[in-house]
Structures are given as C-alpha cells and as structure tokens.
C-alpha cells in the first residue's frame, strides 16, 4: 500500500521539534491510548526537512499570492474578478459593493443605529450575558448533564452553543464593556473611539493573559476598521509577514497536544473509514481542503497493521475552484470516500455571490457518488452581515478559543503565541475589519449545515456509539476538565465549556 513520498512517519533518533512539555500534563495522549501518535510524527518528520525555514505556509501563500494578483488588478484599474466556480480559501473582492451596504467605513451614520447602549451588558465577573430586560442567564455548568443532553433548544443553535456561559477569565470587566462603548461611537466620531481604544490597550496586552490577548487582538482590528484601512493593511500584512512552514507547523503542533478538537474529529472519522476499507480492494479518499494533510499518517497507519485491508489507498486533493468530476479519474473497483474538514467555512456564502459555491461544492460531492461523505464543521454564529452582531458574537468565539491556550499551555510559549498571533489574530482581522468579500471567514452552525446537505441531496448516516463512547473516555481522561464532547441527533460535537466550536457527521447520497 502506498505511503507518503519521503515521510517517514518514523522519527529515528533525532530530536522532536514539538516538545510535549509544553503543555499541560493533562494534555496529551496516554501511551495506550487507541489514538496513534502519527500526526504528531508526521508533524515531526516535516520538520526535519532542511528547506522548511525558507518555505512560507501554505495557507499564507494562498492569501499572499491573491493579495499580490489584487495590487496588480488595481495598478491596471481593474476589478480583481470574482471566479466562476469556488475559491480554495479567499474569496475576490470588487471594494467598492454595488449596494454599498457593507462596505461603508465613511458613512455618516452610527455603527449600530438600531441598538441601545444598553441592549448587551457583558459582566465577566459572574461570567454571565445579561439582556436588560430579558433576564440573566446561568454562568454555571454541569458537564454531566451537558453531555447527557440530546435535544438542544432553538435559542443554544443559533448562538452556537450548549448553554450560556461565556468562556472567559473572570478577572476584568472593564476591556468587555469599552469595546461596547467603541462600538456605539459615531464614525464620524474619531476622537471619541480613539480615546475609548486607547483605554482598551492599557488593560490588554499580547503577552498577558487569554482575555487580554484576546483584547489587544479585536482592539487592532477595531483601530484598522475605523481608520477605514480594513482590506488593504489585512493584504499588505500577509504580503510582509510571512510566516515560515517550519513555525506554523511547530505552533500547529502545540495547538495538537494542546486541545483535542482535531485529533478527535481524525479519530472518528479515519475509524469510519476503516470501517468500509474491510471490503475495498482500492480505497480512494477524495479529500477537500486537506492543507498538509496531517490526518492521514494516522489512516495509513491503521491500514497498516489491518489483516486483509485494501492494497491500495489513493488520496486526491486538488483546488476546488477547479476541479472537475472526470479529473479525480474514479474507477468502479474503488471505494470512494470524500471528506472535508472545517473548510467549507471560507466558501463564499450566500450574501457574496447568487451562485452559492457551498451549494456548488455539496453538488460536486453528491455527483461523486461516494459511498460516504465526513463533514467536519467549524460551528459558528459570528457570520452576521451586521457588523455589531457579528462583533459580538465572535468575541465570545474567540474568548474561549484564548480561554483554552490559557488553561492548557504556558504564557511564555512562543508556539502559542504564534499561534494566536498568526491563526487566531489574523481571523479577528478578516472578521472585524473587513466587509463584502473580503471577509473570508464565515462559519455556520451545523444545524445550518444540515439544512443545507439535506436539501443537496444526502442523508445522514447514524454515529457509531461505541466510537463517540471512545472519544469521550479519551478526551475525559488525558485533557483539560472544561472540554465537552456531546451527541445531537447524527451529530459529535466537541466544545469548550460549553460552546460548541466543532461537529461532525457522516453523509449518504440518497439514491435516486
């Protein structure tokens, strides 16, 4: 069976570069743990290559390479063009929307005309949300419930979690409430927001802890929103600091030992796909945003110790802009298997464009006929076209994203201050100062997810119990005691103190 070209997924006798010390304890794996460790040996063996240093990340150079095609469009006086069909990661953007509705950093009006000072009061010492007017909401959680729970109530999908509780440090109140202060001032006010974000820099710092990392992050987006500089600086900052693969790998790496939600989502799905690959005699895995591929190591390695097991495992990943059915050459000896995870999220929505490339990319799938579809889903609320709503919310995203660095690796790690700064930094920017197409990213619920996949054409296959039970035990025993790993109805969601960031489910074609 075919393996990685030039990974070994051995590591020899050389020195990791990922050194697991640097998270907490509780945070990695058990030796006998049903996990392999290969995505942390692939991880490894990558880094081991001596021109790594040199070469940028992927995802950057994706990003850097669009933003330098958009400078040249613009010398030309051109409209950089939106394409056709899909866009691998970043969507085109003609600045100047043809309604003008979110694209107005110069409008005379209020950031948020319809809403009261007082329609959102954040207090973080009780760790509560409180709409005036409307109650307050339990800070507490009990987990067992949490994970007993099966039906969630309308109101926790659309914000995107199993109940209220915000996931942040309880130790300052005051960062929460100026940002609703910046965000009430007048556009035309400059001097006013000015003056409230500089009072948000005193209490937020990139090397303090969550909640003010998390701070320094949405107040330098909101100061690049108001300077009404958005899109440019967020293209010239990916133009002029390149991140090498070597460091986001290493920071991709702590991320790894760190927090489960990808290496469960790998486990669940990679077991799924052992399950059909008992009767394939070719395994043919169509994989849809795959990156560097870090889940496969762990597949092959699986195949690998199988008795009777496929003899031929084929991976196909190619751009989604412009793939087409005959190209990924599918043979009927084949056992197909397409699988996308938390990708779908940078798809442009329904908002940029009336061709719906989510819906296009479904479609693909459903005329690929595999005999199973794994969707990973970034869960998400924080896609509002109304920037007030989308602030808000993903403010709480992204607070519990800080909040779980915080309980789980050390401040002073330079991989988790990569990290925050390269992947969750560079997030809140694309989220807070940019608009129209520019904004890339643009997550759902799952629940919209369903809707979608089940109007395309496909129906969900039934989780496996035994595995779910699997990944609980997992999660319970060898991480930090606030992750939660849960069922809703054919979903695995996994979450942090009670907000869910991630699901996952498996998919049919419904046959005609």
Known sequence: MPVYANHNLDNGS???????????????????????????????????????????????????LQAAERSFYEV????????????HYYPDDDCNSSKGEFNSFCTQTSLIDSLERTSLFLDLRRGTIERLGEGSISPSVDVDKVRGRKNYQREDVEEGRINKQLALSLDDSEQTEMFDDVLLCKVNDQRTANEMLKLIRQHSSEFGDGTQRSAHDFANALTTRLAGMGAPLFFAHLLSNRTSAADALKAYGVYVLACPFKKMSNFYANKRIME???KATTLHIIDFGICYGFQWPCL?????????GPS?????????????????????????????????????????????ARETVLKLIRSINPELFI????????????????????LFHFSAQFDIFEATVAQDDPQRMMFEKEIHGRDIMNLVACEGTERVER????KQWQVRTLRTGFKQVPLNQELVKKVMDMVQSSYHRDFVVDVDGHWMLQGWKGRIIYALSCWKPVKN
């Open 14 to 64: 050389k020195e990791s570069p990922i050194d697991s010390s640097s998270s907490s304890p509780s945070s990695g794996m058990s030796s006998d743990s049903p996990f392999p460790n290969a995505m942390l040996k692939y991880i490894n063996q990558m880094l081991m290559e001596e021109d790594l240093e040199e070469k940028t990340c992927m995802l950057q150079d994706c990003l850097a």
């Open 76 to 87: 030309l006086c051109h409209n950089y063009p939106i394409p056709a069909g899909l866009n």
């Open 276 to 278: 059909l690959a008992e």
């Open 300 to 308: 092959i390695q699986l195949l690998s110790a199988q008795a009777g």
């Open 312 to 356: 031929k495992l084929r991976i196909t990943a190619k751009k989604w802009e412009t793939i087409q059915l005959e190209e990924l050459k599918i043979t009927k000896d084949e056992v197909v298997v397409v699988n996308c995870m938390h990708r779908l999220k940078n798809l442009p929505d329904d908002t940029v464009s009336p061709t719906s």
């Open 375 to 394: 969707h990973g889903v970034a869960n998400g609320t924080y896609n509002a076209p109304f920037f007030f709503s989308r602030f808000r919310k993903a």
């Open 443 to 446: 997550p759902e619920t799952y």
